[in-house]
Antibody, heavy 120, light 108 residues
Framework: QVQLVESGGGVVQPGRSLRLSCAAS????????MHWVRQAPGKGLEWVAL????????YYGDSVKGRFTISRDNSRNTVFLEMNSLRAEDTALYYC?????????????WGQGTLVTVSS | EIVLTQSPGTVSLSPGERATLSCRAS???????VAWYQQKPGQAPRLLIY???NRATDIPDRISGSGSATDFTLSINRLEPEDFAVYYC?????????FGQGTKVEIK
């Protein structure tokens, strides 16, 4: 069965960096686009970033563009989110999600999330 | 960026009733690439509908999606106790792939 397990969350000071990882199993990882979606405490879902199946294209939400970088290692079945210049408003539960397709599709599987808290 | 506006924000219904949730886009969504997700407290979202009207795996047929271009609807017939949750629409026809703000379906 499809499993997505996020890790790397924690408490970090404003302006610092953090790297999230998402380990995938139960499917052919290199055949699907992958996403990060976040949810601030008590708030709705916010789409963060997308990387195509082969890593050739990446897209970002406006609030993280220029600060966050998504990447993947298909040999390790893992997708990453490098977060720089973190702000208090980046505090959220970060979900990793698998696309339905290599490039464009809905988010068919989700992990349980890893919590990032930006605070001094 | 396509902005999705969901209405109502909260709807109070009884089990057995029908829920009708709306999602309006600020511009036409390419190929009607709209998905609907259900989220219960403490859980990750679950995909219900993709491509505006296609049910995801294991989703019962009392849940349906419709619409095109800028206006989309999620309908849930004969509400069951497990249907009381928050529902989000998302467009994936263009990047950034935005979500609506959510509609909460609560027990009346």
């Amino acid at each position: 069965q499809v499993q997505l397990v996020e890790s790397g969350g924690g408490v970090v000071q404003p302006g610092r960096s953090l790297r999230l990882s998402c380990a995938a199993s139960g499917f052919t990882f290199s055949s699907y686009a992958m996403h990060w979606v976040r949810q601030a405490p008590g708030k709705g879902l916010e789409w963060v970033a997308l990387i195509w199946y082969d890593g050739s294209n990446k897209y970002y939400g406006d609030s993280v563009k220029g600060r966050f970088t998504i990447s993947r290692d298909n040999s390790r079945n893992t997708v990453f989110l490098e977060m720089n210049s973190l702000r208090a408003e980046d505090t959220a539960l970060y979900y990793c999600a698998r696309d339905q397709a290599p490039i464009v599709g809905a988010l068919s599987y989700w992990g349980q999330g890893t919590l990032v808290t930006v605070s001094s | 960026e396509i902005v999705l506006t969901q209405s109502p924000g909260t709807v109070s219904l009884s089990p057995g009733e029908r829920a009708t949730l709306s999602c309006r886009a600020s511009q036409s969504v390419s190929r009607d690439y709209v998905a609907w997700y259900q989220q219960k407290p403490g859980q990750a979202p679950r995909l219900l509908i993709y491509g505006a009207s296609n049910r995801a795996t294991d989703i019962p047929d009392r849940i349906s999606g419709s619409g095109s271009a800028t206006d989309f609807t999620l309908s849930i017939n004969r509400l069951e106790p497990e249907d009381f949750a928050v529902y989000y629409c998302q467009q994936y026809g263009s990047s950034p792939r935005t979500f609506g703000q959510g509609t909460k379906v609560e027990i009346k």
